[in-house]
């Protein structure tokens, strides 16, 4: 059976999860009024995942005999002015949730949880993808610059961007 103090560490990833989720709605909301519905879409799909994140540390507590505690989701305090201000703040932010993850694994170890390590070292490898993919956005819009016609070919590419189920349940 899981620890209370685990229990409750986990769920409040599921509350920044969840924060997460609500970020990139905010986001895409921004880049679809301003034009840009392929980044609308990445940051849609962005949002999806960080739902299945959060659920999917939900269940693990429940899974482990843990009871999940809740709490409000604090609403995003956060301006943006260009779509090179939403990737470095997207950026900003995944830093953040590494750091998150980083500390649940720490805890875990210290607790000699090591369902919990091994549950949390799966956020842990995502934390890699989730940073360098951000990062490589960020990357592409800061060599694009003002060019309107450039910017417009990262809006199609990432409109290609489709939402995959990061646990698909298995069959039995
Ligand atoms: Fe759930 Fe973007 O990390």
Not at 23 to 31: D, P
Not at 121 to 135: D, F, R
């Amino acid at each position: 059976m899981i620890k209370e103090n685990i229990a409750k560490a986990l769920s409040d990833q599921v509350n920044a999860e969840y924060y997460s989720a609500y970020l990139y709605l905010i986001m895409s909301s921004y880049a679809d009024r301003a034009g840009f519905k392929g980044i609308a879409n990445w940051l849609f799909i962005q949002a999806q995942e960080e739902m299945a994140h959060g659920t999917h540390i939900y269940q693990h507590i429940l899974e482990r005999g843990g009871v999940p505690v809740f709490a409000d989701i604090k609403k995003p305090e956060i301006a943006l002015d260009s779509i090179q201000d939403v990737f470095k703040k997207v950026v900003a932010h995944e830093e953040y949730v590494t750091s998150l993850i980083n500390n649940i694994a720490t805890m875990a170890l210290k607790e000699n949880d090591h369902a919990s390590y091994n549950f949390i070292m799966w956020y842990v490898n995502e934390q890699i993808e989730e940073e360098a993919s951000a990062n490589e956005i960020l990357n592409k819009i800061s060599f694009i610059g003002d060019n309107l016609s450039l910017l417009y070919n990262l809006d199609l590419e990432l409109s290609a961007r489709v939402f995959t189920d990061p646990f698909p349940a298995v069959a039995d």
